[in-house]
């Protein structure tokens, strides 16, 4: 078995839709699935022959379809193609590569509005708790600046003062 | 809010710029959170 997708003729597909069609209401009502599908076969293939079609192409088509219902490839039938197969094993590598190891560095962002300072934003709330805020580098040093005011942002540790200042708000 | 070192030079100049860019900071924070974040 390849990785090539079976094809279907149009009988086959249309079929397939009357089925589905004949099906639906029978599942509706709290028939299983397989009950229901295997009452809707005969139903459909007798629908698609009164509404014009082929009766030997039905027929073909309702024997197909009947003997592959259910049948699953087992995995060691089941062969890849070697571009796929290489493809799949570098996105593997790929994502065995990029996995974060220890600390996960913060998501940062820098301000690109022109506001005369250099400021950074921390949008990513899991690794940086709090409303918005910037931190903003001065010349001897950063202060953390809440964007919208009145809002306490801050949850603490003594290492860090807070402050409310009249002229933030 | 304000949290860092007290009276550093240029704090007032900074808080003002905070206040006028106050809206497209505020889109740029919406605009770059994850999006495992966002509330419907």
Redesign the interface.
């Given at each position: 078995m390849t990785d090539e997708l079976p094809t279907f003729s149009t009988t086959e597909l249309a079929l397939g839709e009357q089925v589905g069609k004949v099906a639906a209401p029978l599942i509706k009502q709290g028939m299983a699935l397989d009950s229901a599908l295997a009452a809707a076969y005969p139903i459909a293939a007798q629908q698609l022959i009164d509404a014009g079609e082929d009766s030997k192409e039905v027929e073909a088509a309702l024997a197909r379809q009947l003997s592959s219902r259910g049948v699953l490839p087992k995995h060691d039938t089941f062969a890849v193609s070697a571009p796929l197969h290489a493809a799949l094993m570098e996105s593997f590598e790929h994502w065995l590569k990029t996995l974060p190891e220890g600390a996960v560095r913060l998501?940062e962002?820098k301000?690109?509005?022109n506001?005369?300072?250099e400021?950074v934003?921390y949008?990513?709330?899991?690794q940086h708790a709090g409303f918005?805020?910037?931190k903003?580098q001065?010349?001897?040093?950063?202060?953390?600046?809440?964007?919208?005011?009145g809002?306490?942002?801050?949850r603490?540790s003594a290492a860090?003062?807070?402050?409310?200042?009249p002229?933030?708000r | 809010m304000v949290a860092g070192k007290r009276s550093l030079r240029g704090e007032a100049a900074a808080l003002r710029a905070v206040k006028d860019y106050k809206q497209s900071l505020l889109d740029e924070w919406h605009a770059t959170r994850p999006d495992d974040q966002k509330l419907p």
């Amino acid at each position: 078995m390849t990785d090539e997708l079976p094809t279907f003729s149009t009988t086959e597909l249309a079929l397939g839709e009357q089925v589905g069609k004949v099906a639906a209401p029978l599942i509706k009502q709290g028939m299983a699935l397989d009950s229901a599908l295997a009452a809707a076969y005969p139903i459909a293939a007798q629908q698609l022959i009164d509404a014009g079609e082929d009766s030997k192409e039905v027929e073909a088509a309702l024997a197909r379809q009947l003997s592959s219902r259910g049948v699953l490839p087992k995995h060691d039938t089941f062969a890849v193609s070697a571009p796929l197969h290489a493809a799949l094993m570098e996105s593997f590598e790929h994502w065995l590569k990029t996995l974060p190891e220890g600390a996960v560095r913060l998501d940062e962002v820098k301000v690109k509005a022109n506001t005369g300072f250099e400021m950074v934003l921390y949008p990513n709330e899991s690794q940086h708790a709090g409303f918005p805020h910037v931190k903003v580098q001065l010349q001897d040093g950063a202060i953390n600046i809440s964007i919208e005011d009145g809002r306490v942002w801050w949850r603490g540790s003594a290492a860090c003062a807070v402050r409310r200042r009249p002229s933030a708000r | 809010m304000v949290a860092g070192k007290r009276s550093l030079r240029g704090e007032a100049a900074a808080l003002r710029a905070v206040k006028d860019y106050k809206q497209s900071l505020l889109d740029e924070w919406h605009a770059t959170r994850p999006d495992d974040q966002k509330l419907p």
